[in-house]
């Protein structure tokens, strides 16, 4: 099983000396590779410490680059620890939460509506 890591620990990888990057939900050590980057140390560097799935995919990384990366793999980051980093939360915003809310009421009011009517029918005798 790969290890586990948290918020505060991709966090506290973001120096020259050790360099972590969040890719897809996996954690990478770029510390030895910043030098060979071909985009630079520049940009590696900018990304430590945080999400950098949207900067790595921007650039259209190819297979080669893509290939490189199971051997920085540190190990699966902890969603659960990263609700303050965009995109990783998987719990639903207030307003997905009202969308499905809606949906159901969408269904419940016209059903209950209908409950209603045929109970109506049925002991009044129609
Ligand atoms: C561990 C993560 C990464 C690996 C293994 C990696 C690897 C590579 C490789 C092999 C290339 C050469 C072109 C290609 O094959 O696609 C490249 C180019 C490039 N990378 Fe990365 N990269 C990583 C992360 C990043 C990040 C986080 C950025 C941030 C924006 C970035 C920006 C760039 C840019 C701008 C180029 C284009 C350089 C040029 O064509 O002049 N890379 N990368």
Known sequence: MSKIITIDELKANNTKSSIWLLIDGKV????K????????DEVILAESGKDATEAFEDVGHSDEARALL?????????????????KLST?????????EHGSNMMYFIPLSLMGAYFAWRYYSGA
């Open 33 to 40: 590779f910043i030098d060979e980057h071909p985009g630079g």
């Open 91 to 99: 719990a639903p915003t207030s307003a997905q939460k009202a969308i």
């Open 70 to 86: 199971p051997e920085m793999l540190l190990g699966t980051f902890d969603k659960n620890s990263g609700m303050d980093i965009k």
């Open 28 to 31: 990478y050590d770029c510390t």
